[in-house]
């Protein structure tokens, strides 16, 4: 069975933010089988702030895909992506999500397995999904 980690953004540890991925302040890592997920670590987001005049730096976007890629994560899951989504689903799949807390997000992650699976394996055709 294949084995992904996953990234969500947060900045408590329990709830989704409602600002965009890269602003978050932690990334909580799991790895999903799509039946029992694992908490692996969570990460500071040390990449730096985009500069004012530029929205969707694309040094910020080059930062938090260093980041994950580090950590060998594959999706990634925000309630809300900014411009730079273009950039960053070339490595991951993004999984914009509706829910409020990360133990619903991992639930619906699970839930849908086979579908981030599939999006996964499109390599740089991928596009992002919406749960």
């Known amino acids: 069975m294949k084995k992904l980690k996953v990234a969500f953004a947060t900045n408590d540890g ?20 799509g039946e029992n997920p694992v908490y692996i670590n969570k990460i500071n987001n040390t990449t730096e ?5 530029i929205h969707a730096d694309p040094k910020k ?7 994950l890629r580090d950590e060998n ?20 799949v993004c999984v914009i999500i ?3 807390t990360i133990e ?15 999006e996964w394996e499109k390599g740089s ?7």
Not at 61 to 67: C, H, M, R, T, V
Request: aromatic fraction near 12%.
């Open 98 to 100: 509706k829910d409020e």
């Open 49 to 53: 702030e985009e500069e004012e005049d």
């Open 14 to 33: 329990n709830t989704f933010m409602d600002r965009h991925f890269g602003d978050a302040d932690y990334y909580y890592i799991y790895k999903i089988d």
């Open 61 to 67: 976007a080059k930062g938090i895909s260093s980041l």
């Open 125 to 131: 055709e991928r596009k992002h999904l919406s749960l």
């Open 104 to 118: 619903e997000g991992i639930k619906k992650i699970n839930d849908n397995f086979d579908m981030i699976i599939s």
């Open 73 to 92: 994560v594959s999706i990634v899951v925000s309630k809300v992506f900014g411009p730079n989504i273009k950039r960053i689903k070339k490595n991951f």
